[in-house]
């Protein structure tokens, strides 16, 4: 089907959204073509273009966007927006950091962009940027960190769109490099009144398989035990083997509950159009004590006050209260006091080692936040051809952290140490936008668009610590005031070929950092509908497309680890510090093949020649240079399609490499973050991925020929070597539906892989001289090489990553519609599923997925990490 033409309508942002999204369900070759700069966004409802592709995106943009739409969203078990993101675009790596109940995950789009911390991408609801802090601030929890992502409710979602990096979000100017996940919030429909209604019950339900503590000792940790390497050398006299299992004999898990219900309403009172919801989210962690509780509101507005304006009004309110378990280090403390613990049972530790239990001053980790956003919105359409758009929005987030925890001093006297964190976050935006539609020619039309927005964020953190009569206090604020201008062009010829461009500038009030320009210029021709292009079934639509994009960061300087009792580093910055600068190009291509068949390929490449170089206590300098390549691939088939039996498939892919091609004047490498492994470091080396695993290779021989593997058997590099990468290089998902009458299923398998762990937390049993491989005879070559290496400093439990785990699986029953119609209901779905229930990996730690440091930089490891749970769900929803 060739583009069907019409009038060409031009409106605004969010209005022009929902008017779009209503047109869509009666004319499929109606669509949203849009651009956005912070609040800063224009949009057009156009006629002459059609939705394209398995990602539904228009005609006309080149650049790729990756979405998730509002019937993936309804059929997804995913509760947060991190867990949704995960395995449902090309090119997205999301990992959840942690098991606990409330922890987050890493999002990060096309690999490592940053040499020191994370490029995290910027979060844009309904046109307006807030606050997307993947490692909120607060007291310290290790892989527990909470994520502000995750605010977020999926109900009040209908759309998420993905720009993967500066050739799709370039416009969005400041900090736009990292990529911007873009949502829409579900629009008022000024129809007759109607209310939709969910609960949800669920039990997660640990998933991790705990090793056992052995000992030919005492079976006490700390104690004398001999090993087989160590009696094959007569160096000691092995007793019996004694073996006992905390974790599992005493387990100190729970089969928890976790409980969610909400409701929505949406009709009109005249000419006024509204949507308001409210929801309800209570779990229980599988580590006690870890409880969430959540209550989410909102109401959006839609008024056409005249013919030719219109006013919007979008609002929300998050609450939180989040308990996580107490920590000794990074990591609960259970899990250090079993995994750490004794191999014999007894009958008051039952094994765990005492020292690392909580202790009675010891309390988890209270946070609570209120978040609360709100925006106001005005659409004028003088002419035809011309429409002006203004936004006032801002977000104020409020946090608190406490917790108490017990000291030991060297008499032995047991003090409370007393931490808290108070946040004070604020943002807002303003804007105006206006566009102008001409026909230059019979085939030619042009649309201009020049905007200006301002941006103020202000950030407040009080830490306080009480030591007995002790007092400490340190403070840090940061005010930053950007304004930009906006002005783009884009030509349309003969409906089937496209050309845009657009530049930004953005100036910081305050003069602390240099001014910054951004550029963006895309192209797409669907040559599919050209007349020289042959009406063939196996190629029926078929579109070549690139873009160009060019966007500066300045996160790197907040990045800098803070110097305890000492005002921020950014204080001390240079006037005019320069970012860095990143560019990326996109070539792509989409295709329809056999009738079935969406396929839609796009190759990429990112490259920086002044990546900031920070590092503790000195100012971030721009020395440095890098590049990353790959593609990005999804194919979306219809398998079986007939009046009882649809069944439909999809593939995301990925594949990236990535490379440092500089990192200094005179220097060849530069130590980027940390891993729980003594001996190995996060490092960028020329020629060499960011965030390389690095450290001094081990060799195992068996000189006797015994099968018994001693420390002179295993010998250490002198010099410095890569292990891996500590980022995923490799990443496939498949997704599938079948639909069979009044029953539904559908599944998500997520693989991840090029990418080694630090695995701390065998490491750390076998140099306490407890794991198995040090005794069992059973244990094999590598096991017993590996075992035996963590007394020598080397690098062997630096491990293969890789993982196949079964993300989601659900099934849902549709009622006879005629049972749910006379009861005047339009859904009535029951739906059971289940998430991450099974893994594969050949990772011999606890969960390869995880990491001991959070979401925080480039630091990468496992150490008595909570493995992400096991959950079955079960869901009921109600339309009418």
């Not at 209005?15 to 047109?23: E, P, R, S």
């Not at 976050?425 to 230059?440: E, Y």
């Not at 990112?606 to 971030?620: D, K, N, R, V």
Request: charged fraction near 20%.
């Amino acid at each position: 089907m060739g583009p069907t033409f019409g009038r060409r309508v031009l409106a605004g942002k969010a209005f022009v959204l929902a008017a779009a999204h209503a047109a869509q369900s009666q004319r499929p070759d109606t669509t949203v073509r849009s651009g956005a700069v912070g609040g800063m966004v224009w949009a057009v409802v156009d006629t002459s273009e059609r939705l394209y592709g398995a990602s539904k995106v228009p005609l006309s943009v080149g650049a790729s966007v990756g979405v998730i739409d509002s019937a993936t969203i309804a059929a997804s078990a995913a509760r947060t927006l991190s867990d949704l993101l995960a395995a449902r675009v090309a090119g997205v790596s999301v990992l959840r950091s942690s098991g606990t109940a409330g922890s987050g995950s890493r999002v990060r789009f096309r690999g490592a962009n940053s040499f020191y911390g994370a490029r995290e991408p910027i979060l844009v609801i309904d046109g307006v940027r807030v606050d997307a802090a993947q490692a909120a601030h607060g007291l310290g929890t290790g892989a527990q960190q909470r994520s502000r992502l995750d605010d977020i409710d999926l109900r009040e979602v209908h759309r998420i769109e993905i720009l993967r990096g500066p050739a799709a979000a370039a416009l969005y100017g400041t900090d736009g490099a990292g990529g911007v996940i873009r949502i829409t919030t579900t629009r008022p429909q000024r129809r007759k009144l109607s209310w939709s209604a969910f609960a949800e019950g669920s039990a997660p339900m640990d998933a991790g398989e705990y090793p056992a503590n052995h000992s030919t000792g005492s079976g006490l940790v700390g104690t004398e035990s001999c090993a087989r390497g160590e009696a094959a050398m007569g160096s000691c006299t092995p007793g019996p083997l004694l073996r006992w299992n905390p974790l599992e004999s005493a387990s100190p898990f729970r089969t928890a509950f976790r409980g969610s219900a909400g409701a929505s309403v949406s009709g009109g009172l005249g000419r006024l159009g509204y949507v308001a919801s409210a929801s309800l989210h209570s779990e229980a962690g599988a580590l006690g004590p870890n409880e969430v509780a959540r209550y989410a509101t909102r109401l959006n507005l839609d008024a056409p006050v005249l013919p030719s304006l219109r006013l919007g009004l979008n609002s929300a309110y998050v609450h939180s209260q989040v308990t996580l378990p107490p920590i000794d280090g990074q990591t609960p403390a259970f899990l250090n006091a079993g995994l750490g613990g004794n191999a014999v049972d007894d009958p008051v530790h039952r094994g765990y080692r005492a020292r690392d239990l909580p202790g009675r001053l010891d309390t988890p980790t209270h946070e609570r936040v209120g978040r609360a956003m709100g925006s106001l919105t005005a659409t004028w359409t003088p002419l035809p051809w011309l429409v002006a758009h203004a936004t006032a929005a801002g977000e104020s987030l409020r946090g608190e952290d406490d917790r108490v925890t017990g000291y030991g001093d060297s008499t032995r006297t047991f003090r409370a140490i007393s931490e808290s964190t108070r946040d004070r976050n604020a943002q807002t935006n303003v804007d105006a936008t206006i566009v102008g539609s001409f026909r230059l020619t019979e085939s030619m039309q042009s649309e201009t668009t020049i905007g200006a927005e301002h941006l103020h964020r202000s950030t407040n953190a009080v830490d306080s610590t009480v030591l007995s009569s002790l007092d400490g206090y340190s403070t840090s604020w940061r005010h930053a005031d950007v304004t930009g201008v906006l002005a783009s062009e884009r030509v349309t010829w003969r409906e089937t070929r496209f050309l845009g461009v657009g530049i930004r500038h953005d100036r910081w009030s305050d003069g602390l950092f240099a001014p910054s320009t951004s550029l963006s210029a895309d192209v797409a021709w669907v040559i599919g509908d050209e007349p020289f292009f042959p009406r063939e079934s196996f190629l029926s639509h078929a579109r070549v497309r690139g873009a160009y994009g060019r966007s500066t960061d300045f996160r790197a300087y907040d990045d800098v680890p803070p110097i305890p009792d000492r005002p921020p580093l950014w204080l001390f910055l240079p006037r005019k510090a320069r970012g860095e600068t990143i560019s990326e190009l996109e070539l792509g291509f989409d295709g329809f093949f056999v009738n079935r068949l969406w396929v839609e390929a796009t190759l990429f490449r990112q490259h920086s020649t002044s990546a900031l170089s920070p590092s503790c206590c000195t100012i971030p300098q721009p020395a440095g240079a890098w590049h990353t390549t790959g593609i990005d691939a999804t194919l979306s088939a219809s398998l079986v399609r007939s009046g009882r039996v649809d069944w439909s498939a999809r593939v995301d892919a990925s594949a990236l490499s990535n490379r440092v091609d500089q990192v200094g004047e005179g220097s060849t490498f530069m130590r980027a973050a940390e891993t729980p492994l003594f001996g190995v470091d996060v490092r960028n080396v020329n020629g060499h991925p960011i965030g390389g695993l690095w450290g001094y290779p081990t060799h195992v021989q068996d000189a006797n020929g015994d099968g018994i593997i001693s420390k002179p058997e295993v010998t250490v590099d002198t010099n410095l070597a890569y292990l891996g990468s500590g980022i995923p290089t490799r990443e496939l998902s498949l997704s599938s539906a079948i639909a069979l009458r009044h029953w539904s299923a559908s599944v998500l398998v997520d693989y991840r892989g090029g990418f080694k762990q630090a695995n701390a937390t065998e490491d750390r049993r076998c140099k306490l001289e407890l794991c198995r491989a040090l005794y069992d005879p059973g244990a094999s070559f590598d096991e017993q090489g590996r075992a035996v290496s963590v007394f020598v400093v080397g690098t062997a439990f630096v491990e293969n990553a890789s993982f196949v785990r079964l993300r989601e699986i659900a099934i849902t029953w549709k009622p006879v519609p005629g049972w749910a119609q006379r009861r005047g209901l339009a859904r009535f779905d029951l739906t059971i599923a289940a998430r991450n229930v099974l893994m594969l990996s050949g990772y011999s730690g606890l969960d390869p997925e995880v990491n001991y440091a959070g979401q925080s930089g480039l630091s990468r490891g496992e150490l008595n990490t909570l493995p992400v749970p096991r959950t079955l769900i079960l869901r009921m929803d109600v339309q009418r």
